[in-house]
């Protein structure tokens, strides 16, 4: 048994009184990739945030690599060994493509593995290569997707957060995407946190998986597994119409628990 | 005509004071969205400094007007450090509040300290205050002085350092980082807190700059940063958050005043800066430099 690179222990995080996450625990171990999946507003960016230190969870531990990380603030943790990909990129609209790449290093020194991670980044983003030079709000959305995750790996991190993704983008795009996503944890030994609303794609790249609904853990599972279960099915994978989706709350499956 | 280029020429030297000060309230708006309403101050106080260290120690003007920036820089360190950190993440109305309030404080301060008190100072600078003819024709003839061609000259320098550290330096880059998206810049790694301290340390930096360069004008005194009060609209005409806008709306100001002055008159002086700015904002809202992509945080 090795021991999970990341394990986050009943977090409780409120934002003022609404409680967004109740109680989840969860890990993940070394160079593995899990993924969180959950509908709208079921928490998952709040429980990322948790972990980066973007938010302060009320209750609970995580603890990355045996340390406890919670209620630091993120650059601490980011420079502990975790980098975040955030929900809609996010990435700084003003500066070049190479400069964001190089605000992804910003914490390093070591001249010569920055420049070997650049020239790895650009190899799996070739389009950021042809596109160093403009700024960055002026890329497509998939191309400032691919912007998102290089400037995260320039850090050379143990651990990415990955917040859906997909959000956006073509069905071929989000299939290119994954791959690479799936070529840097089988490459690089980098272990990932994917969360994802595209359980199809996700469950597809994942070793393990969590379901999240309105804050909890009503299911975890192999991904293999989690693939074909019933529930799931009906919830992500659009294996049944459409209008069952809103109205099927995870009560059978909570009794489990 | 000449007339007219003269009076520009007078504008351009106090419409760079104006564009140091607007400056610093756009260093400090970007990248921590808190509006400072104290940077005139930070310029008094800058001015102080460099009085007490040339006029009280006997220090050289260089020596000096160095040592009043340094020391202003520290200044604006601590002020962020231990007034405004404290309070970050407050409604902007509250951290506004406590900009007014650090002016406030800081002009009953500086009347309190022995050897400055409520009386004018004037600094001994190596910069005559007479005339060098540029141009002369058979009428009239084209002049600078060397304390205005001292202003606008470290004007040009102070900015094209400035330009220089957040283009090319890797912690100037991450200060645009910063101010662009904020929690990105904290998933980065950038410490954003103390970015925002050496953002302060800056604006303090400049402010002082101004002041130094404004003493042998206007001479020193608690209530000489009231010319905040011309730099904001300054800062508001070049699209407050664009650091070319805060100069050319500096610029702009200072040589209409002049150009009011002059031409209209007397009292339009005073108000004409607030009149540009009106129409300026009627015309285009979001300033001369205005971007026009909104800021995430
Ligand atoms: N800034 C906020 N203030 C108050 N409540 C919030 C805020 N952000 C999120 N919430 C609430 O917290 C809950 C979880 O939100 P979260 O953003 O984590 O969901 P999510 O799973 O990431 O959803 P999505 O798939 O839409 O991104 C939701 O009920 C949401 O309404
Ligand atoms: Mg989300």
């Known amino acids: ?257 | 005509m000449l007339q007219f280029v003269q009076l520009v020429l007078n504008g351009s030297s106090i419409g760079c004071i104006y564009a140091l000060v607007a400056l610093g309230f756009v260093l400090i708006y970007k990248a921590t969205e808190v509006v400072n309403f104290a940077q005139g101050e930070l310029m008094m106080f800058g001015a102080f400094f460099a009085y007490t260290l040339i006029t009280l120690f006997g220090f050289s003007y260089w020596i000096g007007a160095a040592g009043a920036i340094l020391g202003m820089m520290a200044f604006g360190y601590l002020l962020d450090r231990v007034v405004l950190r404290p309070v970050l993440g407050q409604p902007a109305f509250a951290m506004i509040m406590l900009t007014i309030g650090i002016g406030y404080v800081s002009r009953s301060v500086a009347g309190l300290v022995p050897g400055w008190g409520t009386a004018a100072y004037a600094i001994d600078t190596p910069f005559s205050a007479e005339g060098l003819p540029l141009l002369t024709t058979a009428e009239t003839s084209l002049v600078i002085s060397e304390q205005n061609l001292s202003i606008i000259g470290a004007t040009v320098l102070f900015c094209a350092v400035l330009f220089a550290f957040f283009r090319y330096t890797r912690i100037g880059v991450a200060m645009q980082a910063t101010s662009q998206n904020q929690l990105a810049a904290y998933y980065m790694g950038i410490p954003v807190k103390s970015v925002f301290s050496l953002i302060w340390a800056i604006s303090a930096g400049v402010a002082a700059a101004a002041g130094v360069l404004l003493a042998p004008i206007t001479l020193i005194d608690t209530n000489m940063g009231f010319i905040g009060l011309k730099a904001f609209p300054a800062a508001v005409l070049g699209g407050f958050g664009s650091i070319p806008g805060a100069i050319v709306g500096g610029l702009t100001i200072g040589i209409i005043e002049s150009l009011a002055g002059f031409y209209l008159p007397q009292g339009f002086k005073d108000i004409a800066a607030y009149i540009v700015l009106l129409a300026v904002l009627v015309l285009r809202p979001e300033g001369l430099f205005g971007q026009a992509t909104r800021k995430k945080v």
């Open chain 1, 1 to 257: 048994m090795t021991e999970p690179i990341l394990r986050v222990s009943n977090i409780e995080t409120y934002y003022g009184p609404i409680m967004a996450i109740r109680g989840i625990s969860l890990h993940i171990d070394p160079g593995k990739i899990v993924t969180v999946l959950g509908a709208n507003g079921a928490g998952k960016t709040t429980l990322l945030k948790t972990i980066s230190g973007a938010m302060d969870p009320q209750k609970g531990t995580v603890e990355f690599e045996g340390r406890e990380i919670q209620k630091q603030d993120p650059d601490r943790v980011m420079r502990a060994g975790i980098s975040h990909v955030p929900e809609g990129r996010e990435v700084f609209p003003f500066l070049t493509v190479h400069e964001n790449l190089m605000m992804g290093a910003f914490t390093r020194r070591d001249r010569e593995g920055i420049q070997r991670d650049l020239e790895l980044v650009l190899g799996y983003f070739p389009v950021l290569e042809a596109r160093s030079k403009q700024q960055a709000g002026q890329l497509s959305g998939g191309e400032q997707q691919m912007l998102a995750i290089g400037r995260a790996l320039m850090s050379h991190p143990r651990l990415v957060l990955l917040d859906e993704p997909s959000l956006g983008l073509s069905p071929i795009l989000v299939n290119d995407i994954f791959g690479i996503i799936e070529r840097i944890n089988r490459e690089q030994g980098t272990t990932i946190l994917l969360v994802e609303q595209n359980a199809h794609m996700a469950l597809s790249i994942a070793d393990y998986g969590y379901v999240l609904e309105v804050g909890r853990v009503v299911m975890e599972d192999t991904a293999e597994r989690l693939r074909d279960k019933e529930d799931i099915k009906e919830f992500y994978l659009g294996m049944k119409d459409a209008g069952s989706r809103g109205k099927r709350r995870w009560k059978r499956v909570k009794t489990w628990r």
